[in-house]
């Protein structure tokens, strides 16, 4: 209780296939707005990209670098989807309260940061969106609601940008209302995915950067 918890992801360095940060994983998977299991997740990114992201970047997990992919110091983690894979990309936290007082809530803020356009579905047009969840054991998630979603309208092309990323939105002290007594553990999933439907291809390119936790 009255600790904090930040990551800005910089310790990610340039590697396409970067190791996360101690406690933080991911994975991907082929369900649209699904979130999988803390313990069976991932411990490293697949890909890399930055500015002028490809109009045909592969899917999967990114380690994002605000600049040039290769040398950007200023690193975030998301991904992106393709027609049939990575429907689903989450990047997740285990948070543990080894203090001697229960702590009532958090509250959290974080930067969703947009790193290619995406048409989506010429009929469709769902655009993409990246929603946190909670959990208790690390496998049932419950959605922290409107505060913690992050949604794009889909674009008109599927361009990267000349100096990424394109766009920008923080989520800024908002209060998770979630008790964690000592000893136990608190999980929380940021879920990238299409907005609605299941039409993924000419997908946008989401991470998320600059997490702050406060244990209240």
Do not use: C, H
């Amino acid at each position: 209780a009255g600790g904090t918890v930040t990551q800005n992801f910089d310790v990610l360095g340039t590697s396409a296939t970067a190791s996360m940060p101690t406690d933080w994983k991911v994975d991907k998977n082929t369900t649209v707005r699904s979130v999988g299991s803390y313990s069976a997740a991932a411990t490293a990114t697949e890909q890399r990209a930055g500015n002028n992201m490809a109009t045909n970047a592969p899917n999967g997990i990114y380690n994002f670098g605000a600049g040039e992919a290769a040398s950007a110091t200023d690193r975030a983690v998301g991904g992106i989807s393709s027609k049939d894979a990575s429907k689903s990309v989450n990047i997740y936290v285990m948070l543990t309260n080894n203090g001697s007082s229960a702590i009532p809530n958090f509250t959290i803020s974080y930067n969703v940061e947009k790193y290619r356009n995406g048409y989506n579905s010429l009929v469709l047009f769902a655009g993409f969106t990246i929603q946190m969840y909670y959990s208790t054991d690390g496998t049932t998630w419950t959605s922290a609601g409107d505060n913690f979603k992050t949604s794009f309208a889909a674009d008109a092309d599927n361009n990267g940008f000349a100096s990424a990323p394109g766009a920008t939105v923080s989520v800024t002290n908002k209060t998770l209302s979630v008790s964690l007594d000592p000893g136990n553990s608190l999980y929380l999933a940021w879920n990238y995915s299409v907005t609605s439907g299941s039409t993924t291809s000419n997908a946008q390119a989401l991470g998320i950067d600059d997490v702050t936790i406060v244990a209240n």
